[in-house]
């Protein structure tokens, strides 16, 4: 599959679709909460938000989306993780399927699952008019998923899930140099790491697994706990002070609540049906949470510890990030090509973008699975 031709794929004038006609319903469960149900309509006719960037990992075309914040606009499709055919300049293997993304200052990092490698990009560098950026390539374990930065931007710990079938014993975590691009540790893990977050001081990682949460030393890169009976954990916060841990519990349709201090689960919050990812406000006063089965958003104020509303949104919403003011959730979903901004304010719409740029079914099959927002604009926005 030549360059180009792919390319063709998503090509064409930026696309904003506005989302009229599908309405967003927000319903007031748990304590404290209002009753009865309201529809929420588009607040403007038009998506504007704070001046940035949105970059979404798009799992389903070896790609990831670049789209100006300021006004929802799709810039670029951008390639990653793809080697050039050798002797060809103008042809990629398409090989890769970024699963994670992460970012620290203006560098992205992706998990590409099937070529086995770490990509690293200067989005400051990127270019709308060439869709094949240059990136660096780390080569790591088998089926990397997930990434994440420490605070100070020193480490990236990397998700690796193993091959389908094989031993356990090649499930690990990879500890890269963001200096240097070179794995620095390998922490093999009993059965396969899902996501990774860090502690707000970076003293301390989390990754969820199927058996459990592992809490390590970043220091010391050691084990200093683990907490298992969370039904299939996936989705992970910490507090802004670093007190509390949150966690999705996929098999149980709750949400942990786990005390750093101790190492113990110190309440449930029931949420909607497999709760999987997750986003908090930065002072730590609501957490987002995805409940894709139940075509879904759960709001949870954190001083209560209960659900205040929900969302209703169609598409299998599990994919969530905040911009970094804290004035909008974006939302993208499981059987969805479309990405969904919301307000925080009054948790409407606001607009929506088509991932693929193009006609109404050009985001189909995109498959994202990952979003990351700046306050930096991506070159060729506003």
Excluded at 53 to 81: E, K, M, P, R, S
Excluded at 231 to 247: F, K, L, W
Aim: a negative charge.
């Amino acid at each position: 599959m030549s360059l180009t031709k792919r390319h063709a794929l998503v090509a064409g004038a930026a696309a904003v679709l506005l989302a009229a006609g599908t309405a967003t319903v927000i319903t007031g469960t748990g304590q404290g909460s209002a009753s009865g149900a309201k529809t929420a309509h588009l607040a403007s006719s038009t998506c504007t938000g704070p001046a940035g960037a949105a970059y979404v990992a798009l799992a389903g075309f070896q790609a990831f989306d670049a789209i100006d914040t300021d006004n929802c606009t799709f810039i670029q499709d951008y390639n990653v993780g793809d080697p050039q055919v050798p002797g060809n300049p103008g042809d990629f293997n398409f090989v890769s399927s970024d699963q994670g993304v992460a970012l620290h200052g203006n560098t992205l990092y992706f998990a590409d699952t099937g070529s086995n490698t770490v990509s690293v990009i200067d989005a400051s560098t990127l270019d709308p008019k060439n869709f094949n950026p240059a990136e660096t390539d780390i080569h790591v374990g088998f089926n990397p998923e997930d990434l994440a930065v420490s605070p100070d931007g020193t480490q990236l710990w990397v998700t690796d899930t193993g091959p389908q079938t094989g031993s356990s014993s090649l499930t690990d975590i990879d500890v890269i140099s963001t200096a240097t691009d070179k794995v620095t540790a390998t922490l093999p893990m009993p059965s396969a790491p899902d996501q990774v977050t860090f502690s707000p001081s970076g003293a301390t990682a989390y990754v969820t697994t199927a058996a459990g949460l592992w809490i390590f030393n970043t220091a010391t890169d050691h084990v200093a706990g683990v907490i298992t009976g969370l039904g299939d954990p996936h989705g992970i916060a910490v507090s802004p002070d670093g007190s509390t841990v949150y966690v999705t519990s996929t098999a149980n349709n709750v949400v942990e609540v786990i005390s750093a201090a101790t190492h113990q689960v110190t309440g449930t919050i029931p949420v909607g049906q497999l709760p999987w990812g997750v986003a908090l406000s930065a002072k730590g006063g609501t957490l987002y949470v995805a409940d894709p089965d139940s075509n879904q958003i759960s709001v949870i104020s954190t001083k209560t510890d209960t659900v205040t509303s929900t969302i209703s949104l169609a598409g299998g919403p599990d994919v969530l990030a905040l911009t970094p003011d804290g004035s909008q959730l974006w939302v993208c979903g499981l059987t969805s090509g479309i990405l969904t901004v919301l307000n925080t304010s009054h948790d409407s719409v606001v607009g929506t973008v088509n991932l693929g740029g193009g006609g109404a079914n050009s985001g189909d099959g995109l498959d994202a699975t990952g979003i990351v927002m700046t306050t930096t604009p991506t070159p060729g926005g506003s």
